[in-house]
């Protein structure tokens, strides 16, 4: 099987970071992470090419300062963190990175990287933090639960008032981005997934392939800056379709949000049309 042209050019600029990095002399080993990981099966046109650097001992701060190991071709390049940058090559290739010594590495948070490069003396046992294959997220706690569920009706009602006050980006903020976020995870906790990975680290990524029915209603649920009120109905439905073991406790809250979002919507609604709808 031959590989996908835009996949061999990520490839291509690994192998050429590598053959930086060992020709400086100044690292241990560079692992792949991501799309471009140990899940390389994952990899497309839309792929970042994420990494991190295994730093000699004292080498970090200077493969920090000078990028020369990177091969070239960086059309553009910024320090996101104390640790590492975004950069972007020519062609397009969008990359972000990080450079840690032994210690710094073996604290960071990543699972299913893949060792493109090591030297002989490099840790044993790299890459670190592999998950089995048939790994799947965490169920949520009671407690968790609990949580996710009261900050999606107590956001979903902030929400509907700020938009009820005119503020339309806070409203589209609490309902679409903070409500919403909570309800997912309750979905994604309650629904089994179809075949895929989740991402350990966002329930959004890959939501599509994985809950292809819940992804189906998301539209609903993002109707965009003017749409809140019905927003909050769609996340309401969406909560109440779940059978949620603490929905029936929550019942005075999620009617408190269904009036005042119905409100909102009613007072959106023109005022002669509003006549022939109850005529």
Not at 76 to 82: C, D, E, I, S, V
Not at 149 to 175: I, K, Y
Request: with cysteine; hydrophobic share 45%; charged share 20%.
């Amino acid at each position: 099987m031959t590989t996908p042209e835009p996949v061999a050019g990520l490839l291509a600029r690994l192998d050429l970071i590598a053959a930086g990095l060992e020709a400086s002399g100044r690292a241990l080993a560079l692992l792949a992470l991501g799309s471009v990981g140990a899940e390389l099966d994952r990899a497309d046109r839309y792929s970042d090419l994420d990494f991190f650097v295994l730093a000699r001992p004292g080498q970090v701060g200077t493969l920090l300062e000078d990028l020369g190991w990177l091969g070239g071709g960086v059309v553009h390049a910024f320090r996101n963190t104390p640790d590492g940058f975004k950069v972007l090559f020519a062609g397009g290739v969008l990359g972000e990175f990080a450079v840690f010594d032994e210690a710094g590495l073996r604290g960071a948070a990543f699972v299913n990287a893949r060792v493109v490069w090591q030297s002989p003396d490099a840790p044993a046992d790299l890459p670190l933090h592999l998950r089995p294959p048939e790994a799947r997220a965490q169920s949520l706690s009671a407690a968790q639960r609990t949580h996710h569920l009261g900050e999606a009706l107590t956001n979903l009602l902030v929400g509907v008032r700020r938009f009820r006050r005119g503020e339309r980006l806070s409203a589209w903020q609490f309902t679409q981005v903070y409500a919403l976020g909570h309800a997912l995870a309750l979905a994604a906790d309650a629904t089994p997934p179809q075949s895929g990975r989740a991402d350990p680290y966002g329930v959004e990524r890959r939501f599509e392939v994985l809950y292809p029915a819940l992804a189906a209603r998301l539209g609903g649920c993002l109707p965009g800056l003017d749409g809140t009120p019905g927003a909050a109905l769609a996340i309401l439905d969406l909560l109440d379709g779940l059978h949620l073991p603490g929905w029936a406790d929550a019942g005075a809250l999620s009617a408190q949000v269904r009036r005042e979002a119905g409100e909102a919507l009613a007072d959106r609604t023109p005022r002669a049309v509003r006549g022939r709808l109850h005529g």
